[in-house]
């Protein structure tokens, strides 16, 4: 967190992830998912947002799962991300609370193929085709992107290694 801190090594990280992801540009603002399951019945979301590389812990939220029995990550996330996004399909930006809910410009969720497939069928169902999107499997450290078979390895010793970790950490 010390590290991070550090405004140019936190540019420096956001830059690194943007050429590992193919992205435009650096991700300014990244959302991050993960999903929890307590005892396999009650499901929860968190969602944490980062802007600049640092947290920002008043725009973090949690979701009760509400349409899904037992433990699916896949229809968990699938749910959290229809609720998620449906502001910006109905076009209800504008006010404060929208601004709250800006578009990201990465999409993180936590897990692996299987996540993320199930993440981009919601996203191609809300009309949001260009949303960059990941996962972060925990086992190997591994960053899945659709329609990529095989994953994105950063170094160990990587700066957006860290930044993704603490933000599934933070998640």
Not at 90 to 118: C, F, H, N, Y
Request: charged share 30%; net charge negative; with cysteine.
């Amino acid at each position: 967190a010390r590290w991070l801190a550090d405004h140019g090594k936190t540019l420096a990280a956001l830059e690194e992830l943007a050429d590992a992801l193919g992205l435009a540009g650096p991700p300014l603002r990244i959302e991050c998912y993960d999903i929890s399951n307590f005892q396999g019945a009650e499901s929860v979301a968190s969602m944490v947002v980062f802007e600049e590389g640092k947290p920002r812990s008043g725009e973090y939220r949690r979701f009760r799962i509400k349409s899904v029995q037992g433990a699916n990550d896949f229809a968990s996330h699938q749910e959290v991300l229809r609720r998620r996004f449906r502001i910006v399909r109905t076009g209800e930006e504008g006010g404060e609370e929208a601004r709250r809910w800006s578009m990201p410009d990465l999409v993180i969720v936590d897990g692996g193929k299987g996540q993320v497939s199930a993440a981009k069928e919601v996203l191609d169902e809300l009309g949001l085709h260009d949303l960059p999107l990941a996962g972060l499997a925990k086992e190997r450290e591994e960053l899945f992107l659709p329609g990529r078979p095989d994953p994105v390895l950063l170094p160990a010793t990587s700066p957006a290694l860290y930044l993704v970790q603490r933000l599934r950490d933070e998640a």
